[in-house]
């Protein structure tokens, strides 16, 4: 390819994944200029290697740049986190609503260590399979699975009643009774 074709081919990936990763590293955060400072660093670490990477890995391999990037800005802080929790708030469908579940949720994962949060962001937001999570946080499978464990362990007895459910038993929609 041509320096003008890598630079539309990369173009079109940033408009096409810029939402996402920037979701994900928001999730990661809870701060949004923080996610935004991490899109576009990962960004400019798959630039510099856009002639190497392949279309269909692009996405991972820039979501693994800001994973990574989360991970060296949080050891730059000792993981200092500031977090006021207020979660008396009904969900509802307003738009002034559902910001603040946003950010209940990006508090709720800001209680969690580091290592939960990225697995709870990955396997839960994303949607990413066990192994896809373990191939993006250079963990084994096992370890996400008791990464994942762990964080939902705390996340409920932090918070009961954020299941939904009266209190605060997660229900299995497909079962209809409590996990």
Do not use: C
């Amino acid at each position: 390819m041509d320096a003008t074709a890598l630079e539309e081919s990369f173009t079109d990936f940033v408009r096409a994944s810029a939402p996402s990763l920037t979701r994900t590293a928001w999730l990661l955060t809870g701060d949004h200029a923080l996610a935004q400072d991490l899109v576009q660093n990962a960004y400019a670490k798959t630039l510099r290697a856009w002639g190497r990477v392949n279309a269909g890995s692009a996405l991972a391999y820039t979501r693994r740049a800001v994973v990574t990037g989360n991970i060296d800005r949080w050891r730059r802080t000792r993981g200092e986190v500031s977090v006021g929790l207020d979660f008396d708030r009904p969900a509802s469908d307003r738009f002034e609503d559902r910001v603040a579940d946003r950010d209940r949720v990006a508090r709720m994962l800001a209680t969690l260590t580091p290592t939960q949060r990225r697995v709870v962001v990955l396997r839960y937001y994303e949607d990413l399979s066990e192994a896809q999570t373990a191939e993006a946080l250079d963990m084994t499978v096992g370890a996400v699975k008791a990464a994942a464990h762990r964080a939902l362990a705390a996340l409920r007895s932090h918070y009961p009643d954020a299941a939904g459910s009266p209190g605060g038993a997660a229900t299995d929609p497909q079962k209809g009774a409590s996990r």
